[in-house]
């Protein structure tokens, strides 16, 4: 699915999300990332894994006043000690990746400093 890109240049942009991945200007990337308007594309967490209370802690939230989680080609629901983290240490929305991609380049393009960060694939594992 292309995505409509913003006007301003010096903003990270993505243009580009399948299943299998993503392009964020001239890279694609197809293993789970992190971006934010003051960070270029970072590797995030082990291959496919789930998204967990370490895995958010490697996340630079102290920099950003809204992070958005693309859990991969299906939502799924973050584990209660995850939502518990997160509501103490930043406003945050859980999403599917091409949902979170979307909601990135608009927030962005406002001009607010938000993090994306998504694993990337139909192959995300469910929270038990």
């Given at each position: 699915m292309k995505i409509a890109s913003q006007d301003n240049?010096?903003?990270?942009?993505?243009?580009r999300v399948t299943s299998i991945c993503v392009d964020v200007g001239e890279a694609q990337i197809t293993q789970p990332f992190f971006l934010g308007v003051n960070h270029p594309v970072?590797?995030?967490i082990?291959?496919?894994?789930?998204?967990?209370?370490?895995?958010?802690?490697q996340l630079p939230l102290e920099q950003y006043e809204l992070l958005?989680?693309?859990?991969g080609s299906k939502y799924t629901v973050l584990e209660n000690d995850c939502m518990g983290f997160l509501s103490n240490a930043i406003p945050f929305e859980v999403m599917t990746t091409v949902s979170a991609c979307r909601t990135?380049?608009?927030?962005?393009?406002e001009g607010r400093?938000?993090?994306l960060a998504a694993l990337i694939g139909s192959e995300?594992?469910?929270?038990e």
């Amino acid at each position: 699915m292309k995505i409509a890109s913003q006007d301003n240049p010096d903003i990270l942009k993505i243009s580009r999300v399948t299943s299998i991945c993503v392009d964020v200007g001239e890279a694609q990337i197809t293993q789970p990332f992190f971006l934010g308007v003051n960070h270029p594309v970072n590797s995030w967490i082990a291959a496919m894994e789930k998204i967990t209370v370490d895995a958010i802690e490697q996340l630079p939230l102290e920099q950003y006043e809204l992070l958005l989680l693309g859990t991969g080609s299906k939502y799924t629901v973050l584990e209660n000690d995850c939502m518990g983290f997160l509501s103490n240490a930043i406003p945050f929305e859980v999403m599917t990746t091409v949902s979170a991609c979307r909601t990135f380049n608009i927030v962005a393009g406002e001009g607010r400093k938000v993090l994306l960060a998504a694993l990337i694939g139909s192959e995300n594992k469910t929270q038990e």
